[in-house]
Nanobody
Framework: QVQLAESGGGLVQAGGSLRLSCAVS????????MAWFRQAPGKEREFVAA????????AYADSVKGRFTISRDNAKNTMYLQMSSLKPEDTAVYYC????????????????????WGQGTQVTVSS
């Protein structure tokens, strides 16, 4: 069974930075597309960023482009989200997600394609 565990959330002032981590329990990580989604209170879950199995390609939501950076370390079975210049509207529960891409360079912003999800980590940005 694949398990994902996020960490690194917390409270930060506007303009500050945080780095989220997502540890994956199985070796399938190296052949999976990974992504971050977030859900603010009263809103639907939305795409934030995605990265291919190799790390060679990434995609970002327009709202975070230039401020957030997604990366992964396949040797450590861990994915990261470096968040900078945080804004109050970035406040949400952040989830990591994965699907087995079989080693192909596929990226997706679609929630329904992701088979595995973490429990989420709260990020709160104060103004």
């Amino acid at each position: 069974q694949v398990q994902l565990a996020e960490s690194g959330g917390g409270l930060v002032q506007a303009g500050g930075s945080l780095r989220l981590s997502c540890a994956v329990s199985r070796r399938f990580f190296s052949s999976s597309t990974m992504a971050w989604f977030r859900q603010a209170p009263g809103k639907e879950r939305e795409f934030v960023a995605a990265i291919t199995w190799s790390g060679g390609s990434t995609a970002y939501a327009d709202s975070v482009k230039g401020r957030f950076t997604i990366s992964r370390d396949n040797a450590k079975n861990t994915m990261y989200l470096q968040m900078s210049s945080l804004k109050p509207e970035d406040t949400a529960v952040y989830y990591c997600a994965a699907f087995n891409s079989g080693g192909s360079d596929s990226l997706s912003r679609l929630i329904k394609l992701y088979d595995y999800w973490g429990q989420g980590t709260q990020v709160t940005v104060s103004s």
